[in-house]
């Protein structure tokens, strides 16, 4: 009876403690956001006069272009994640034009919601303290007061034999865009899955507003014309499922 007894107390020990691990080792998973630089559906193109001007005559050519995305969470259920010091910069300059965030231990079982902004909340905006990609003493940062270019693009527009530079810096707190889009059922389920998503290079320049850069090469620190191209940008980002 008491080897009996014992036999039982170590059973009942042993399928507590499978209880209690079990939910815990798949109430979690990862994720990997990533992010593909494109125009017209094909992967961007560095350096060379091959874009058509959305607005007007001519080609460009596009010789940076990066952005911050912050304040991305993940919502599965009725649980969400809020990933800590959010702020990424992204950027598109390598063989692959991709920029990949990952969270691992994420404390959800399944990812249903992803939501962003494209560009930085206007209390980081107003401070600073570096943290995530922030830094006060980047390029990314104005030199003429607190705060950061949510989106940079630069590059040239040619018309026959002239080249015009393109500059376009994005920055006040109220160009900040939220994006927001739902994922296929379970397609993190298992966890470990990759999401991709297209940038729409383009979409900066064609949207609401259609720009045309021969009349405005350069967006600095007008909001009006700042306003114009966050509304633009506000839909350049969509998943490629």
Known sequence: MRQLLGFMAVLIVITVGWLALGPRQNSSTSVKLTF???MGGEPLVYDQFVYS?????GTFRIRDFRFYLSNLSLRGGDDTFAEPDSYHLLRFDNADK?????LTDVPLRTVETVRFLIGVDPEANSSIEARGDLDPNSQMAWNWEVGYKFVV???G????EDVTPLVYHVGFSENAREVVFTLPP???ADGGEEVHLNVDVGGLFEGTTQINME????VKFNRVD???LANNYSTMIAPAF
Request: glycine share 14%.
């Open 157 to 160: 527009l040619q018309i026959g």
């Open 153 to 155: 693009f630069e590059g």
């Open 226 to 228: 700042a306003e114009a």
């Open 98 to 102: 991709t920029h990949s965030i990952s």
């Open 53 to 57: 001007n959305p607005g007007g005559e």
């Open 36 to 38: 593909h630089a494109v």
């Open 215 to 218: 009349a405005l090469s350069s």
């Open 186 to 188: 379970d397609i993190l």
